[in-house]
């Protein structure tokens, strides 16, 4: 089909997520084509350095042949079995095993989901059952943060705090609320990280004092905030928040969908920390992006709860027909082997700080108010006044505009809302991709500042 009976197709009948429905059908779709390393390539040829691993998931870089040979393998052995009732494959087995091995050592259990989106879905529910099943209904109000983003489910999407998961979809629900993010640079305590740590564990305490502690059920957060602007709390935030949730007697569920597998650094941020959730949430880096998977990881306490708490042996009635589907899983543990003996952890540890200093260094630039990162996943905040951390209007569409020159500079990353550019690199990134990225990002900042509008802003 020619390019522009593909856009005029696309235009006609696809929706596209998260995006405004008026504003693609004016614009048109920007088709990707190929891939291989940190590398893409559109359907005008054009090749693309790509600084954002997809939608932060092809953290193992394109084109691994050995990813394709085992599901190309597996599609031929057995393309489908059912998890339902007690069916099982040997995939889907061998790598709970391997996740349970790797995960926090308070995480005994797996289920898989398709994404993680189902994956915070399903975390919710079995929290629902667990408080049912071990006699406490009332538990059933749940916290997070502002600016957090835990999926699309109908659910789930009330504990993102992002306006446009909520508008116009009646959320959040009554039983979701949220507290402040830990955000450094826009802190009123000037970001100092103990009085980031004391004003959010306060804000904790203070929520569930106001819902009353017997009504809660847990508090939800992402350990490095991606959707809302890749927002990274001090080290020690997050360990901080799970010990006042064990004292406050409510779960603790860390959502590393971003964060897992090698994102920040460790396998996932929790085990840096030193943290071990009740339950954490995980999808995108457990395959890479190469077929859809997620999985939700839960204690004992909460597994054996949900088990024996119902008295009955009731079936527990959660389930989807694709979850632990065997190609996603057989890819899943190449995925784990690439990451661990072929090198990719190894390689993120090491090409890490030139990362940072890469950001850092455009803290320089007129642009640029804050430079934060942690591992591979990193982020730069536009400001119109960096004395009084001014933003853009957002009439201006700034982002936007820094986004599609950044394309015609050959580079993809992501620009989220109030100007904030995020970055999450494959962890197969070479130095010279970093040097790459960090010419073409300068050149991209300097032809926006260069802009009149822009100019006319600061
Ligand atoms: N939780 C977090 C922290 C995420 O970043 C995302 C996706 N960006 C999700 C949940 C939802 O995952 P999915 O898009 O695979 O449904």
Redesign the pocket.
């Known amino acids: 089909m020619p390019t522009s009976a593909l856009i005029e197709s696309d235009r006609k009948h696809l929706i596209h997520p998260v995006a405004s429905l008026r504003a693609h059908e004016a614009r048109g779709v920007t088709i990707l084509e190929s891939g291989r390393g940190a590398w893409l390539r559109d359907i005008d040829g054009n090749e693309l350095l790509d600084a954002f691993s997809g939608?932060?998931c092809v953290n193992t870089g394109y084109g691994h042949e050995s990813i394709v040979r085992v599901a190309t393998e597996q599609m031929s052995r057995l393309p489908y079995a059912t998890g339902y009732f007690h069916f099982g494959c040997e995939p889907a087995i061998r790598l709970a095993e391997q996740l349970i091995d790797k995960a926090p050592k308070s995480l005994r259990h797996v289920y898989f989901t398709l994404?993680?989106?189902?994956?915070?879905d399903a975390a919710i529910r079995y929290i629902t059952n667990y408080y049912n099943a071990t006699g406490r209904p009332q538990k059933k109000q749940f916290i997070a943060l502002e600016r957090g983003?835990?999926?699309?489910s109908s659910v789930?999407a009330g504990l993102t705090a992002l306006p446009v998961f909520h508008q116009n979809f009646d959320l959040p629900l009554p039983h979701q609320h949220y507290i402040p993010s830990p955000y450094p640079y826009r802190s009123e305590s000037g970001g100092d990280p103990q009085a980031v740590i004391a004003e959010s564990v306060a804000a904790l305490r203070a929520k569930v004092a106001e819902l009353g502690a017997e009504r809660v059920a847990a508090f939800f957060c992402?350990p490095i905030q991606?959707?809302g602007g890749v927002i990274v709390p001090p080290k020690g935030w997050l360990k901080a928040m799970r010990d006042a949730c064990r004292e406050l007697g409510i779960l603790f569920v860390a959502?590393?969908?971003?964060t897992g597998f090698g994102r920040t650094g460790p396998l996932f941020a929790c085990e840096g920390e030193g943290v071990e959730p009740d339950l954490m949430?995980v999808?995108?880096g457990l395959t890479a992006g190469y077929a859809?998977m997620?999985a939700v990881l839960m204690s004992d306490e909460v597994y054996q709860g949900i088990a024996d708490g119902a008295g009955t042996r009731a079936a527990v009635g959660h389930g989807q027909t694709y979850s632990a589907h065997p190609v996603s899983a057989a890819i899943g543990l190449e995925v784990m082997r690439l990451y661990h003996e072929g090198g990719l952890l190894a390689n993120a540890a090491a090409q890490a700080p030139r990362f940072e200093a890469g950001l850092r260094e455009l803290l320089a630039h007129p642009l640029v108010g804050d430079a934060r990162s942690r591992g591979l996943l990193g982020a730069l905040e536009l400001v119109a006044d960096k004395a009084t951390k001014r933003r853009f209007d957002p009439a201006l569409n700034l982002s936007e505009k820094i986004a599609s020159t950044a394309y015609r500079n050959g580079l993809i990353f992501r620009a989220f809302n109030d100007n904030i550019l995020g970055f999450a690199p494959a962890l197969c990134y070479t130095g010279e991709e970093f040097g790459v990225l960090f010419e073409r990002l300068k050149k991209t900042l300097d032809t926006v500042l260069d802009a009149p509008e822009v100019r006319a802003a600061m």
């Open positions: 939608l932060w994404g993680g989106s189902d994956a915070v983003y835990h999926g699309s789930g992402e991606g959707s959502d590393e969908v971003i949430t999808a995108k859809p997620g």
